[in-house]
């Protein structure tokens, strides 16, 4: 039999870790409510049946708040899995029963897993899961997502679910005065087949107490009259409670069911050690981490501790890595003879994309500095400590997150950062937030300025780190505080957010979530960033110089050699490197090589590319970038790696030097064109402008395609006045 | 007994909420979340700005900001 099973649960419940643990996937897991955003499909086959298993993001109530529980919600109600495996925290029972609940109301074919019997044990919570079985009507299997423990039991029980008859929905009583408006209102219900042939009639009456807006309108869509009824009833119970209890219909169903649940779990389901508010080791922890005095410092001092490491181990394995590649381009240039393939492969490819990869062992060190921050849950602290912080400036605590997924610590990525701002409720804030996330320092602008902190700044890199960091998050709270000041007004939208306790992170989960984003990094740098460079090095590579001209270098190559005396020619002819040589000859040799330098230079001038970048270097000059360094930004626009590649091939076709091994880095230093000040600007451009092509494609889809311009244009215009203030106030400044 | 919101309570205080004085869309958020009258929280703890402020109910940790916390009023001893 095939059928598809969905996994719901509240968020951080451990669906992606039991997916993952079903589906053989490697979906990102993660200690904070909300981060999977978005659905995900897998398989699982068990005794010739094959499930299609679908996980979803995490939601509290089946009337979804923000968009990625809308996700959740639809796939649940309109969808209808055949069976869904309803992933309860056993840790913390009450809370995710409430949503179980809302389950078995709908009617729904469900199967509790209860995950992290771990964790509650641990705290001293035993858990009679046959007795809540019998008590709720489904399977209750308990299980530790995390280390496999009751997969097979449970999968077994979603068979004998997917076989089973359908059950009747779960009645809940809601007291006397809701229980007359909820019958009155089946009866309209019934009576019209209103919505009937999709949900039991007596959630349609519930959810129109409850004044779920998704169902009231489908109702009014499909049968208006009924609805308004319905809608009627709802306004004379509401006001009826109102006057003598002074609630909301609402509120009293959401308190039933909590009644419901507690007296449930009071007839000897849970066995609780200890006072279940006492403080467990995770608070005592928080007591140091979130203080209000320490916790500051230690966030700083975290993040400023996480670049120390990064940069100091990674610094010898990126060394080898440049050697590498620089042996093998030497390789290459010994092995085929001049012409365009060793042009394509040297320039193109090795430069290109080697100049990514070397970073490999940086970007490996940082993401698994960050997995060690996410699976342990600080980050949810970090998101509680600024959440007033970001309020100032017209952001929201959950902005938080996205930010850090961006890389508001280096190494993220824009793209799954703009995908994490669903769960911000209010669109205004949303829409600031993914604007203003492609500002952080991504794993692709990383190598960029690795290579300008190791060219220009090399005694204090994890400091410049630090320091980049902050004035990326600085520049993209003040831009975000501008935008919801002009074009995206409006007010702030409350912070209800969970904080998950602290978790030891296991090895073998650091290792999957450093190696699977390292892959994608590596993977990257070998198709698209590859083919963008071979692109790149066309454009600058054609067209050629006219034959004209290169005859002209040619003659001037002739003449040189003609003055020289024939003695030193063949000494130079038949030097192999090995013996050091004559003062004369080693004259010569430069006097050749600077004419090989002009022709390049020229050739590059002359190319696609290298028009360009001339063009526009009359308007980049204020901000100190030289027509080289256009092309690079110009790449930049597809991709932020292509910026260090394309600087890689562009000072290696513009400059002919025998002894070119030396690094992209040394060759900036040296550069008559390059000071301090210029790689200031270069690194306030790159990281504002535009993002990337890919992250503008995803914030169009996030918000529409008017957003996505909005954002390549008010960046650019924002990085290139950022850089030429730079420029200009550090060069009238004298720097 | 008395009765004051959540704004004003100290850290390490307990109580048990008495009434979460609002309907709607955030009414309805706060109760999913489980902030119902009858339900004992203590406060955790606060943010460096004071704000927002961490409760402990129902064995978890939730965390508001004050202007939420302001419309849920709790009973406290003395
Ligand atoms: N101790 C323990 N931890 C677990 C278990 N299952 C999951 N976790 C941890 O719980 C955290 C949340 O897991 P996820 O799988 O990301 O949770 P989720 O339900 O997919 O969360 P969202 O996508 O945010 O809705 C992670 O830190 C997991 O490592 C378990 O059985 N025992
Ligand atoms: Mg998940």
Redesign the pocket.
């Known amino acids: 039999m095939n059928f598809c099973v969905a996994l719901g649960?509240?968020?951080?419940?451990?669906?992606?870790?039991?997916?993952n643990a079903l589906t053989g996937s490697r979906q990102?897991?993660?200690?904070?409510?909300?981060?999977?955003v978005d659905r995900k499909e897998g398989r699982y086959v068990q005794n010739g049946h094959d499930m299609h298993i679908v996980?979803l993001?995490?939601t509290y109530s089946l009337t979804a708040y923000s968009v990625e529980e809308v996700v959740a919600r639809d796939f649940l109600v309109n969808e209808r899995p055949r069976v869904t495996i309803n992933?309860v925290d056993a840790s913390n029972l009450e809370r995710n029963l409430y949503l179980t609940i809302q389950f078995l109301e709908l009617g729904i074919p469900t199967c509790v897993a209860l995950?992290?019997?771990?964790?509650a044990r641990g705290r001293g919570i035993e858990i009679d899961h046959n007795k809540l079985s019998r008590l709720l009507g489904v399977p209750v299997v308990p299980?530790?997502?995390?280390?496999g423990f009751g997969k097979k039991a449970l999968m077994d029980a979603v068979e004998t679910v997917a076989e089973a008859p359908l059950r009747q929905p779960l009645r809940v009583s809601y007291g006397p005065d809701l229980e007359t408006a909820i019958q009155e209102m089946e009866k309209m219900i019934t009576g019209g087949n209103f919505l009937t042939d999709l949900y039991p009639s007596r959630w349609i009456a519930i959810k129109y107490l409850e004044n779920d807006e998704q169902i009231l309108e489908k109702g009014g869509g499909t049968d208006p009259q009924i609805s308004d009824q319905l809608e009627a009833v709802t306004r004379k119970v509401g006001a009826h409670i109102e006057e003598t209890l002074e609630t909301y219909p609402e509120a009293m169903i959401a308190d039933h069911r909590y009644g419901f649940i507690s007296s449930m779990l009071k007839q000897g389901v849970v066995k609780e050690l200890h006072d279940r508010n006492r403080l467990f080791l995770s608070d005592r922890i928080d007591k140091v981490l979130v203080n209000r005095f320490a916790g500051p410092i230690i966030m700083l001092l975290v993040l400023m501790g996480l670049y120390q490491f990064v940069f100091t181990y990674s610094e010898l394995p990126v060394a080898w890595c440049e050697k590498a590649f620089e042996w093998l381009s030497d390789l290459v240039s010994a092995t085929l003879s001049d012409g365009l393939l060793k042009s394509l492969i040297v320039s193109g490819v090795i430069d290109g994309v080697g100049g990514v990869l070397g970073f490999v062992p940086l970007i490996m060190f940082m993401f698994f500095g960050i997995a060690v921050l996410e699976?342990s849950?600080y980050l949810a602290r970090v998101a509680f400590m600024l959440d007033r912080v970001f309020q100032i400036f017209g952001l929201h605590g959950s902005s938080v997150m996205a930010y850090i997924v961006s890389g508001g610590i280096a190494g993220g990525c824009a793209v799954p950062g703009v995908m994490a701002t669903r769960t911000l409720r209010s669109p205004k804030e949303r829409i600031a937030t993914l604007l203003t996330a492609p500002f952080m320092n991504c794993g692709a602008k990383l190598p960029v300025f690795a290579l300008l902190i190791a060219a220009f700044f090399p005694q204090s890199r994890a400091r410049m780190m630090f320091i980049l960091t902050l004035i990326s998050w600085g520049g993209a709270l003040l831009a975000a505080k501008f935008l919801r000041m002009t074009v995206v007004k409006g007010a702030s939208t409350p912070f209800v957010m969970e904080l998950?306790p602290y978790?030891l992170?296991?090895f073998r989960?650091l290792m999957i979530h450093t190696w699977e984003r390292t892959w994608q990094y590596a993977k990257k740098a070998g198709t698209v960033i590859l083919g963008i460079s071979v692109l790149l090095w066309a454009a600058m590579t054609f067209p050629r110089l006219p034959d004209a001209q290169i005859e002209t270098y040619d003659t001037q190559r002739r003449g040189i050699v003609s003055t020289a005396s024939p003695r030193v020619v063949e000494e130079l002819e038949k030097s192999a490197g090995a013996q050091p040589l004559s003062a004369a000859a080693v004259e010569l040799k430069d006097d050749l090589l600077a004419v090989d330098a002009r022709q390049a230079g020229a050739a590059l001038r002359h190319s696609l590319a290298g028009r360009i970048g001339t063009g526009i270097e009359s308007v980049t000059r204020w901000a100190g970038f030289d027509w080289r360094t256009n092309i690079a930004l110009l790449g930049g626009f597809a991709a932020k790696e292509v910026i260090v590649s394309t600087l890689g091939t562009a000072y290696s076709l513009g400059t002919v030097d025998v002894e070119a091994t030396d690094s992209l880095a040394v060759k900036l230093a040296a550069e008559p064109g390059w000071r301090i000040l210029t790689a200031w600007s270069l690194i306030v451009f790159v990281m504002f402008y535009a993002p990337c092509f890919v992250t503008v494609v995803c914030i169009a889809r996030e918000s529409s395609w008017k957003w996505g311009a909005f954002s390549m244009v008010f960046n650019t215009s924002l990085a290139f006045f950022l850089a030429v203030a730079v420029y200009q106030a550090g060069t009238a400044l004298g720097y | 007994m008395a009765t004051i919101n959540i704004r004003h309570m100290q850290v390490n205080q307990e109580g048990t909420i008495a009434s979460v004085k609002v309907g709607g869309e955030l009414g309805r958020r706060l109760r999913d979340m489980g902030l119902v009258p009858g339900t004992a929280i203590k406060i955790q703890g606060r943010a460096p700005l004071y704000d927002p402020v961490a409760l402990r109910l129902k064995g978890f940790t939730l965390t508001l900001r004050n202007n939420e916390a302001d419309l849920i009023d709790v009973e406290v001893n003395g």
Request: proline share 12%.
């Open positions: 649960g509240n968020p951080n419940a451990g669906k992606t870790t039991l997916f990102h897991v993660g200690n904070y409510p909300g981060v999977t996980d993001p995490g992933i995950n992290m019997i771990d964790v299980i530790v997502a995390r280390s699976d849950g998950p978790r992170p296991t989960g």
